[in-house]
C-alpha cells in the first residue's frame, strides 16, 4: 500500500496555522497606538511617518492621523514593519495584542 503523505500537515504548520487565525485582520487605530505605546514602538513610528517624503509621505500622514481602523494587509504596515526592526509574526503578535484592547 502506497500512502501519499504529501498532503499531510506537521505539528508545526497547524501551531502555524492556529496562531495566523488568531490575527485579527483589523483592529481599531486608537487599539493599534495603545498597543504600540505599551510595546514602546509608538514614537518611532510617528516619527517614521512624520519623515516619509513626498506625496507618499503625506498621504501616509492623512491616513495615519485620519484613519479609523488599521488593517493587518495595509500596505504602510509592511512598509514599516521592517524599518522597526519586527518579524511579520511580531507584527501579527501586535494585532493580536491590540485586539485585547478595549474600543
Known amino acids: 500500500m502506497n500512502i501519499d503523505w504529501s498532503g499531510m500537515i506537521t505539528a508545526e504548520q497547524k501551531a502555524e496555522q492556529a496562531r495566523l487565525a488568531r490575527v485579527p ?6 487599539q493599534a497606538r495603545q498597543a504600540m505605546l505599551y510595546s514602546g514602538i509608538l514614537a518611532q513610528v510617528d516619527a517614521l511617518i512624520a519623515a516619509m517624503p ?27 514593519g521592517p524599518q522597526l ?13 491590540a485586539a ?4
Request: net charge negative; glycine share 8%.
Open 54 to 80: 513626498g506625496e507618499e509621505g503625506e498621504s501616509a500622514r492623512i491616513d495615519w492621523s485620519h484613519a479609523r481602523d488599521v488593517k493587518r494587509d495595509w500596505p504602510l504596515i509592511g512598509a514599516l
Open 85 to 97: 526592526g519586527l518579524t511579520e509574526q511580531q507584527i501579527d503578535d501586535l494585532f493580536i495584542y
Open 25 to 30: 485582520q483589523i483592529v481599531t487605530m486608537r
Open 100 to 103: 485585547t484592547i478595549p474600543q
